[in-house]
């Protein structure tokens, strides 16, 4: 029996007896029903029946809204719906997801985020054409709140098909979103679920990169699956605190311990993702600077810093920390003008 660990959940076979699906769509939930019928709906337009696919959504007690109306509305009994008695939090969520699934691969597809027409089938075809792989993605576009097109994930390689040296570039750099994502169930019972010690951010990353080190991977050139980038995620709530880049920055101590590369080419790549969380951590410093909330910039570039100490982020921590100081005269002066008006 595999032995638990300490933070991340065991995720048991599905018994013997269960007649089992080719297809589990898990959807969480929290808060979202206002984007869950889009979602839903993007499932069902190409869902091949309930013998091959299982579709539910598991909601994190939501208090502001009501997704298992949606469910029944949209679903019209094609789709499960499960709430949890309490809220657990999103990553004990995602665990509610992987233990309730059935078939025999996983997509997570969060209930604001959507898939294109032909996800299911470019996706079930690599996995046919290559079952040496323990998941498969494909190329994303990135959505705003209201559904329209920011851009294109970097497309990974020119042909679909396994990737060459993906544990090193996924290590190096986050560029898969979650909804592009399908992983077979058996990978995630051998290697558990997403890290409980990643708050707001990261765990994603950090479970691709744990696939990426046990098994080969393979990739959709079609950008199938639509992530939305939501002005009120969790992820961008965290960035006022600068929680957001202590998760990214502990998500890379973590894959050091367990990436089965020579020490040189490790410290290698995690100098790689310091560098890349400290620039995410400099651009939301600047956006922060731009709209005069100092606490903000404060906080990611702090964080920032603590990432990497390279030539380019040195270069980038001084602009900054020029750009944060002119502002916060402007401030002081502007205060202190509003003051003397009001007391003249």
Known sequence: MKEAHPYRALIQPVPEETVRPLWSVMIPTYNCANYLRETLASVLVQDPGPELMQIEVIDDHSTHDDPEAVVREVGKGRV?????????????????????????LIHLLHGDDC????????????????????????????????????????????????????????????????????????????????????????????????????????????????????????????????????DVRRATEIIRDYLPLPAETTNKVCDQAGETWALWAFHFAQEAIIRGDITTAIAQMREGIQCSHSLKTTKRTAQLTLKLIKKMIRQRLQLNLSLNMQKS
């Open 115 to 246: 898939v294109g027409t032909g996800f299911y089938n470019k996706l079930q075809t690599l996995f046919e054409q290559y079952p040496e792989i323990g998941s498969a993605f494909c190329r994303q576009i990135i959505v705003d709140d209201q559904g329209h097109w920011k851009g294109f994930s970097k497309l990974e390689q020119e042909e679909s098909g396994i990737l060459d040296n993906w544990l090193e570039r996924i290590a190096a750099q986050h560029s898969v979103q979650t909804p592009s994502v399908v992983v077979k169930r058996a990978v995630y019972e051998q290697l558990g679920g997403f890290d409980r010690r990643l708050l707001s951010c990261g765990e994603d990353w950090e479970m691709w990169v744990r696939i990426a080190a046990h098994h080969p991977v393979a990739y959709e050139v079609e950008p199938l699956a639509l992530y939305r980038d939501r002005s009120n995620s969790l992820t961008k709530r965290s960035v006022r605190t600068g929680q957001n880049i202590r």
């Open 80 to 104: 499960e719906f499960y709430r949890q008695p309490e809220n657990v939090g999103y990553i004990r969520n995602f665990e509610t997801c992987l233990q309730r699934s059935r078939g025999h």
